[in-house]
Structures are given as C-alpha cells and as structure tokens.
C-alpha cells in the first residue's frame, strides 16, 4: 500500500524547472531512496514533500490525504519527519533535552492547550525519548552537553529528534554524509534496525552508492528533474539512462 504519492510534483525556480512532474510513490514499510547527480532535484523534491517549499503544479498525498499546500508544521503532525543537519541540535542542552524539546512540540501540536492535559503529555514525552534515544543507541549518554558528542553521535542525535514525533514517515538527506566508514557502516546498521524495529517508512536521499544498493527496496533516479528511472535496485543498475546520466557510463 503507497503511504506516499506525488502526481505531476513541479518546482520552477524562475525559468528552471528544479523538478519536473515527478510522480512516484513510497510504500508503507519500505526504504526508498532518490539518487541523482548534482543539482538533480533531490532536496527541492524532499522540501516541497515536507511543505519547506511550495510546488509550482502537481500533489502530495500521504496516507490518502492531500497534503500539497501544508506547511512544514502541518506535515509533522501528519506523520512526516525529516532528519535535519546538525544544526538542528541545540548543543549546551543535554543529549536528552534535545529530544524532549522536539517530542514536546510534536506534543502541544497535536492537544489542545489544555493544562491537565499538557501535563499527561510529559510522561508520554519521557517516554518517548527514552525509546528513541534508545532505538539510536544514545541512551547512555543522554546526560552528556550534546555540543561534546562525537560527530557519527550528533547525526544519530538528529534521527532521534526526528524520531522524537514519531513518524510514519522518516526523510533522510544524506544520513552518512562527513562520516568515517565505522560511523557510516553503524548508520546503515541503524537505518535497517529502525526500520524493522518501528516499523519505519524510510525515504532516503544519498550519494553513497554502497549503501543505498544494501539498504533501498526501491530506488528513484533523477535528472534535471526528471525520473529517468524508478525499480528495484537491479532495475535500475540495469538502465542505460541511469549508467550515462547518472554514471557517466561507468559500470555499477
Ligand atoms: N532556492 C532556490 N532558488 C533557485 N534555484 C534553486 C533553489 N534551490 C535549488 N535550486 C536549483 O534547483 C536545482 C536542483 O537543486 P537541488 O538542490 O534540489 O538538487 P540536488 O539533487 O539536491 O543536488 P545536490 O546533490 O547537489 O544536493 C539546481 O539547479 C539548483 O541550483
């Protein structure tokens, strides 16, 4: 079952078409992830999914509901989070505050402002980011300044944040990018165990072939906006479109 659908999804900067009627779909479930050299027209589809920006024509559709004009807030509480950078994380506050903050927002979102009711939220929000500070293997430190973290830690931080509204749907902008191979082989770990452990639907955005061909069930491959390919990962290793555009025909 599609969780995720665009139909026709176009973004115009000016004259440039960013992305270019992109229709695809991302099932419940499944990691799925968008390839595409640079200045694809990765990110501008990943933001105008997340409402961070307006399509110029075309529709979102997440769980049978249009979501195609709302805001990014909106889309949170729809059940859509995206893995931010590290400038998400606020880092003289603790590893666990950081988490708090972000539950504790997609808390008062979703209730009315209602004290007593505020006040149910807070065990719900302890319990939250015990579980998701847990799930990306940061239970330990989560007493620690998250500033002093180390870098493959500050990344798991953000997941955790975006964990931290419990999504349906969790977007990831190059999840192992800056990272040593140790840092980056424990993300493709993580990645896979959320996913089963959640029962996560992961959308990925990645330039590390390695890892999107061990991880994605389905992957879509972009050119100046364009789908030039969109299957399996044999699928789409098997494409001539996707060998010279994507590839400048070097065998995968
Ligand atoms: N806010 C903007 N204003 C004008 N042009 C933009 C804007 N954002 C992106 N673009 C242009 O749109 C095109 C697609 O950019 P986008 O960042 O989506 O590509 P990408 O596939 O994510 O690239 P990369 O792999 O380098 O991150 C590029 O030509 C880019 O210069």
Known sequence: MSLLRTDGLTKQFGGLVAVD????????????????PNGAGKSTLINCITGALEPTAGTVEFDGEDITNLE?????QAGISKSFQ????????????????????????????DFLKRL????AVHD????????????ESAEMEAGSLP???????????????????????????????????????LVEELQEDLGLTILIVE???EIIFQIADRILVLNRGQVIADGTPEEVQQSEQVQEAYLGGVEL
Not at 72 to 76: I, N, Q, S
Not at 128 to 134: F, S
Request: glycine content about 6%; hydrophobic content about 45%; aromatic content about 4%.
């Open 21 to 36: 009627e992109v229709s695809f779909e991302v099932d419940s479930g499944e990691t799925r992830a968008v390839i595409g």
């Open 72 to 76: 990014p807030h909106e889309t949170v």
């Open 86 to 113: 590290t400038a998400s994380i606020f880092p003289n506050m603790t590893v666990r505050e950081n988490v708090e903050i972000a539950a504790l927002a997609a808390e008062n979102g979703s209730f009315s402002v």
């Open 120 to 123: 149910a939220g807070f065990d």
């Open 128 to 139: 939250i980011t015990d579980r998701m500070l847990d799930s990306v293997d940061l239970l």
């Open 151 to 189: 870098y493959g830690d500050k990344r798991r931080l953000e997941i955790a944040i975006a964990l931290a509204s419990e999504p349906d749907l969790l977007l990831m902008d190059e999840p192992t990018a800056g990272m040593s191979p140790d840092e980056t082989a424990a993300t493709v770990d």
């Open 207 to 209: 330039h590390d072939m």
